[in-house]
């Protein structure tokens, strides 16, 4: 297939609804336009991650010297021992953050948690590539992409980015052009390193399936996919935008609560379900955050247990 041809094939392929794709996430379409691989029909295989935003306080305690903290190889030694399957250790807990950390410490952290049994299944940055300030949005696009050098030392297949707040002088399509110039940038680095990009849906520029669609449209890249964020699909029905953007799926942030934590309480063997029918094959990261009003009784080491055990009585 040539060039144009293929472009036109991606283009036909973002906006094609889950029944057309015939099950196939949106990785594994972009795939069987290689020359080196082709898409076979597969079940869903899905295996369990820790975002390590879950327990922030006690490695934020540690980046900051105080008493309690947790550091990244602790955090490597919880996962395992809760058996996670992977880890997606976010970069604000790497020392020197936004530094890229030494090849010495990545060494050191990746033996670690080979010896542990524990993939990276992820990590992730802070940027804003919608801001109207254009040096910061340049300054964020280098940041990204030296961290995804640094993913793909760490070995992460994915480096998680946000797309940004719309400022309110501006449209949303107008920003929604900045943000897709800044992922394509972004992407085509991943591509040099093999680090997919992964935009997730945070309640900013992305609050439903059809604003992640159609920035994925803009970009036409086999390198940038979306990490669906559970908690931040701020419409009527959050299932039904997780069951659509699926296709595009590069990870996941699996939380407790639904809408921003206003929705209830997520409704974990209907994700799974929802996951497992779209044959969905990858990491489902779940995520802890403390409820609101309640930050001082939030305690990671109970709160993670918890959400893991529903999560596999929901994979049984």
Known sequence: ????????????????????????TWARNHCVETEYSTVLPLPAKIKVSLNAWSYNVPLFKYVRGEEGGMSLFDLLE?????????????????PGYPEVP????ISQFKRRAFQLGLDISGTGIRNDFSTADRTKRRNDIDLAKRWVEAAAEIGAPVLRVFAGKKPDEHEWDEVADWLAEALAECAEHGEKYGVMIGVQ???????SADEVIDLLGRVESDW????????????PDPYDDIARVIPYAVNWQVKELLKNREGGEIDLPRLVKIVRDSAYRGYLPIETLPIKGAEDQYDAYVRVPLLLDKLRAALQ
Do not use: W
């Open 78 to 94: 919880e996962c395992a021992r809760l058996d996670f399957d992977a880890v997606d250790p976010t970069g604000y807990f790497f």
């Open 1 to 24: 297939m040539g060039h144009t041809d293929r472009r036109g094939f991606l283009r036909k392929t973002l906006v094609a609804p889950l029944g057309v794709i015939a099950g196939q």
């Open 201 to 207: 849906n945070h309640g900013d520029m992305l609050s």
């Open 224 to 235: 940038l996919g979306v990490i669906v964020d559970t908690g931040y699909f701020l419409t």
């Open 102 to 105: 030494s090849s010495s410490f």
